[in-house]
């Protein structure tokens, strides 16, 4: 059995969803009355430096949020910019909506080279607050099917899901957006 994460995903599976919206706090609303996912953690501005987009330096601006549906992390995605990205990219070729999983790895630059000795491509490269870089990757059809996110499993990625994914156990429907820190 694998190892599982303090929000109860497994090491090396599939640890969040992903989708991009126009409207931030509008989706996380309609997340949480729809879908009872919640309360939604919001990162603002998260313009990594250093980050690259397909081998080149990009400059993307995105806020994102992040809460639980069950042991599921649902990341909503709001792209702040036109810059090109992997946000970009996906709008441009089938709107808004679903973008990646998130697969959680011990080491992402390890599990990165296994993917692409299976033929995905990386395509974009970040560091995270909660330590680390994140990798995605897609399988040689772009945004066509969803990336691939290798998240890195740091203690500091753990404990902060991990807070996340309590705050939704007992959930009452009550201030659905929270700072992410």
């Known amino acids: 059995m694998a190892a599982l994460l303090g929000y109860g995903q497994p090491l090396g599976g599939v640890a969040q969803t992903a989708f991009i919206v126009p409207d931030l706090h509008e989706a996380i609303h309609q997340w949480a009355r729809d879908m009872g996912a919640g309360p939604f953690f919001v ?5 990594a430096p250093g980050q690259t987009y ?3 330096e990009s400059r993307a601006d995105v806020t994102l949020a992040m809460g639980f549906a069950g042991h599921m992390l649902i990341e909503l995605i709001q ?6 990205s992997v946000y970009r990219e996906t709008r441009e070729l089938r709107g808004f909506g679903f973008h990646h999983l998130g697969i959680a790895c011990a080491d992402v630059d390890a599990a990165s080279q296994e993917y692409q000795a299976r033929g995905y491509h990386e395509a974009y490269r970040a560091a995270v607050p909660t330590g680390g870089e994140v990798i995605y990757l897609d ?18 990625m753990d ?18 957006v929270r700072p992410f820190g």
Do not use: C, I, M, Q
């Open 54 to 56: 397909r081998g080149a």
């Open 43 to 47: 990162l603002p501005h998260l313009l």
């Open 159 to 176: 404990e902060t899901f991990t807070r996340f994914w309590e705050a939704s156990r007992h959930w009452d429907g009550s201030d659905p």
């Open 79 to 84: 792209p702040l910019d036109d810059h090109p």
């Open 139 to 156: 399988d040689g059809s772009g945004a066509a099917r969803g990336f691939l996110e290798l998240l890195p499993v740091t203690p500091a």
